[in-house]
């Protein structure tokens, strides 16, 4: 595959419609998501905290404090980590909901700001900007190790790491695949629409299938326009060809970011058979 081929986040970028499809929230830039990302569908899911706890706390790694927003069922210990992982949008309020979703579930979830290092990305409101100055600068072995972290955070703070999964959206879905072959302590992952290709100075994720040390369910849209139809048949060889017990799931009818609510590109249908295979995908295989 072509260094110079584009990555999938920037070809989403270029074909995406958000910001011109969208149908505001009450009329206003709608508060704590990206800036990147308004204006916000008015199908936007607002999950409660009732019955959680819920809030923002502190990851030290590498000598650096990140910022995380974690969730689990009220007054509940050791029950299983999933990791959250953010799109290129940061870690704002959808991914949020995301964790709450997840701790509604009966997991300790728990989402860390991977981008914290080079600013907060909720907050920039150019495409390129957000892709020039944050996302292509962060490092997959800082970020890789910033997840070592968040795991071992969870471990000390009452959550049973010994049965851990990831997820991840966008950018977040080629770091989960990355994650399930970095760490042998990950039991699952659930990959939802992350590039597979190779992109600007990035892995390919096609590339360390045989490093795969846990199951990921792919989760992709026929339409997506960034992570072509092309790409996904190879993935999959690639992962009978290793005898990965990995597999992929197209939507059909589906684009790029369709489980996001909070954006037009969301699909009811796909994104609820979606939470749904992912979370059985889960009951599998965090055992």
């Not at 998501?33 to 936007?44: F, G, K, N, V």
């Not at 690639?238 to 197209?250: M, T």
């Not at 037009?264 to 889960?282: I, V």
Request: glycine share 10%; with cysteine.
């Amino acid at each position: 595959m072509s260094e110079d081929r584009p990555s999938d986040t920037e070809s989403w970028i270029r074909s995406t419609t958000l910001g011109r499809r969208g149908v505001m929230v009450g009329g206003v830039v709608a508060a704590g998501y990206a800036l990147a990302a308004q204006p916000i569908s008015a199908t936007a899911i607002n999950t409660p905290a009732t019955g959680l706890d819920a809030g923002w706390v502190t990851v030290p790694t590498g000598g650096f404090d990140m910022r995380a927003y974690s969730a689990r069922p009220a007054g509940k210990k050791n029950a299983p980590v999933i990791l959250i992982i953010h799109e290129i949008f940061g870690l704002h309020e959808w991914v949020q909901d995301m964790v709450r979703r997840y701790a509604k579930a009966g997991y300790h979830a728990i989402a860390p700001d991977l981008f914290q290092r080079k600013g907060d990305a909720s907050k920039v409101a150019d495409f390129k900007t957000l892709i020039d100055t944050i996302v292509i600068p962060t490092p997959d072995g800082q970020v890789l190790a910033d997840l070592d972290a968040t795991v071992a955070f969870a471990g000390k703070h009452g959550g049973h790491t010994a049965r851990l999964g990831i997820t991840g959206y966008c950018w977040g879905g080629r770091i989960t695949w990355l994650y399930a072959a970095h760490n042998r302590k990950v039991q699952a992952g659930v990959a939802c629409y992350g590039g597979l290709a190779k992109g600007r100075n990035a892995t390919a994720v096609i590339d360390i299938v045989p490093q795969l040390k846990a199951p990921v369910l792919g989760l992709y849209g026929a339409l997506d326009k960034g992570i072509p139809q092309t790409d996904i048949a190879a993935m999959r060889a690639a992962l009978a060809a290793a005898h990965q017990p990995s597999k992929i799931e197209v939507f059909e009818g589906a684009e790029h970011g369709f489980l996001a609510d909070y954006r037009p590109s969301y699909n009811e249908a796909a994104a609820q058979k979606a939470w749904a295979d992912g979370l059985q995908w889960f009951r599998q295989w965090l055992v």
